[in-house]
């Protein structure tokens, strides 16, 4: 409660002093006139949400102008917008056109009758138009176009389905870290490995074909005559848990893996190594930074298992990935990409 008073008295004092507005009545364009009054009724409560206007009331609008309808030409509703006091003036439409329903606002300066503002959104839904006249009314009060931000939740169908229908996104990337074999490769406790990897994305997962490669090099020291080192190769997906530039992900890849150490310290053993490959197995997840950009960072932790022959080869890999993906062109193409780890 006391929440609501704080946000409701901070809302009051920035409108104090602010321009003061007159939303005329939405035109509409073959719609009902019951779907332009709400619209209209609608917009002008979201735009007074905002706090950066004071907006004029219908009954003040219905005093000056004999009806809350909007005139046809900005010149024509000059004396009413000096009766009423107003600073600016929105005059707004909506319409049918074909199977879309076509919302547009119009923000006039009272003073010049110049237009400062001007945008529209487009829906195929009825359900969405109060999603829209949300965002067209933070669009006026910000003067940001509604397509250039957009929330989660303020999205409509027709964006949700023209998302659906653009094509994924092909690109490269390159991984450096370190994978931790559990005590399965004899004393090895720790292996530096790299990546390679080619990516496939989409709105909601990312494919990938990706190779690793992990060596101990405590084999170059010559006190130290240990040598160990594993190979694996997957194909994997992995479900992106947001759209965000900051996204969680989790999946799995299944594919090959191939593997040796030698546990020989005391002299050069390597003729006879302890060996094997077989069916390998990586789940794990992490997360994708900047996603909306060109270039992603990947904080990324597998497990991999190796399936030998007779001995299971397994433990954690923990690595950072830098990918690259080209965004222009149509539907996206093949990009490059390097990446560094621990």
């Not at 006249?133 to 509604?146: E, I, M, N, S």
Request: aromatic share 12%; proline share 2%; with cysteine.
């Amino acid at each position: 409660m006391v929440r609501a008073v704080l946000l409701s008295a901070a809302v009051t004092a920035v409108a104090v002093g602010a321009p003061r507005v007159a939303v005329f009545g939405f035109q509409g364009v073959g719609v009902d006139s019951v779907t332009a009054y709400v619209a209209t009724t609608v917009f002008r409560g979201e735009l007074a949400s905002t706090g950066r206007y004071t907006v004029i009331s219908n009954d003040e609008i219905i005093t000056a102008l004999g009806s809350d309808k909007a005139v046809g030409s900005v010149s024509g509703i000059r004396d009413v917008a000096a009766s009423l006091l107003a600073d600016k003036v929105i005059l707004g439409s909506i319409g049918k056109l074909g199977t879309q329903t076509i919302t547009r606002v119009k923000l006039v300066d009272a003073r010049n009758w110049g237009v400062e503002f001007e945008d529209q959104m487009a829906t195929t839904g009825d359900e969405d138009l109060d999603i829209v006249l949300r965002r067209l009314a933070k669009a006026v009060a910000t003067k940001q176009r509604a397509a250039a931000k957009v929330e989660m939740g303020e999205v409509t169908g027709k964006e949700a389905n023209e998302a659906a229908r653009r094509k994924a996104f092909m690109g490269f990337g390159l991984g450096l870290g370190g994978f931790f074999p559990f005590g399965s490769m004899g004393s090895t406790k720790r292996l530096y490995s790299g990546s390679f990897l080619g990516t496939y994305e989409t709105p909601d997962f990312f494919a990938e074909l990706r190779g690793d490669g992990a060596v101990d090099l405590s084999a170059l020291e010559e006190e130290d005559h240990r040598l160990a080192t594993a190979f694996l190769t997957t194909i994997g997906v992995f479900k992106l848990a947001a759209r965000s530039d900051f996204t969680p992900y989790f999946g799995a890849g299944v594919g090959m893996g191939w593997y040796a150490y030698v546990e020989d310290t005391t002299g050069y053993n390597y003729l006879d190594p302890v060996s094997g490959k077989g069916f390998a197995i990586s789940p794990g997840g992490g997360f994708m930074l900047f996603r909306t950009f060109d270039f992603h960072v990947q904080v990324d932790a597998r497990y991999n298992v190796i399936f030998g022959e007779g001995h299971v080869v397994h433990g954690p890999n923990v690595s950072v990935l830098l990918t690259y993906r080209r965004t222009s062109g149509h539907g996206g193409c093949c990009g490059r990409g390097w990446g560094w780890g621990w």
